[in-house]
C-alpha cells in the first residue's frame, strides 16, 4: 500500500491482491477522485474492472474508503453470493500463505498464477469439473502450458514435464480447496461447502526399481 503517480503525475493508492485489489486515484481534468474494483460477474462471468467516482477529491478519505472496501471483500461482504477463484487465492494467500517457508511461498504465488490463467478469475470453484483436471494434467504434462499456465504455441519449445511435477500443482489446488472448506468468514459461513475436486484422480510417479545386490554378492 503506498501512494503512487503515474506518468501523467496524477495520484494513485492501491490496497489488497490482485486481483481483489481496490484502487483509488485521479484522472485528467477530473476533480473528483475514483475507484476501481473488480467484478467477478462482469464479461458474462469471466469478471472485470468497474470504476466510479467518489463525488469528492480528499485522497485520505478515500485511502480509508479503499481499506474498507478491501477487508469487506475479504470478510466475504462483497458479492457473497458467487465466491469466485480469484477471491479464494486472494483469501489463502492473506491468511495461509505468510505461515509458509519463503521458497513454499513462492510457490504459491506460482501456482496462483498457474491455475487463474488455467480456470479463469472469475471462476466459481465448485464448478471445476474432471474435464478440466484431466485437461490440465494434458496440457502441463506436454509442456503446453508452462509453470504460469501461460501457452506455449511452438511444440519445438514446449518443455514436457515429469508426472511429479503435475502432480504436485494437483495437490496443491486440492489441498487450497480443503482450506476453502474448512474456512469460515466473519459472517460464519463456509467459504466453500464441499471440495469439488475430491475424488478425482491424481497421477503418480513412483519410483523405478534399481537392482539391489546382496552383502556377499558384492
Known sequence: MADKATEKGLWSYTVGTRPNTVRVFERPGRRSLYVRTWDPNARGGSGGWRKRALGHADRDRAKQYAADMYAKILRGEVETDKVTLARLFSLYQQYRTPRKSTS????????????????????????????????????????????????????????????????????????????????????????LRENPVRGYAIPTERNPRRPVASRDRY
Request: no cysteine; net charge positive; aromatic share 10%.
Open 104 to 191: 513454499e511461498q513462492q510457490a504459491d504465488g506460482r501456482r496462483v498464477e498457474m491455475w487463474t490463467r488455467f480456470l479463469g478469475a472469475g471462476k466459481d470453484p465448485l464448478a471445476i469439473s474432471l474435464r478440466e483436471w484431466e485437461r490440465f494434467q494434458t496440457l502441463r504434462g506436454s509442456g503446453t502450458i508452462d509453470a504460469r499456465g501461460q501457452a506455449v504455441a511452438d511444440e519445438e519449445e514446449r518443455k514436457p514435464v515429469r508426472t511429479r511435477a503435475v502432480e504436485a500443482d494437483l495437490k496443491w489446488l486440492r489441498w487450497v480447496l480443503n482450506w476453502a472448506r474448512d474456512w469460515r468468514l466473519e459472517n460464519g459461513t463456509y467459504l
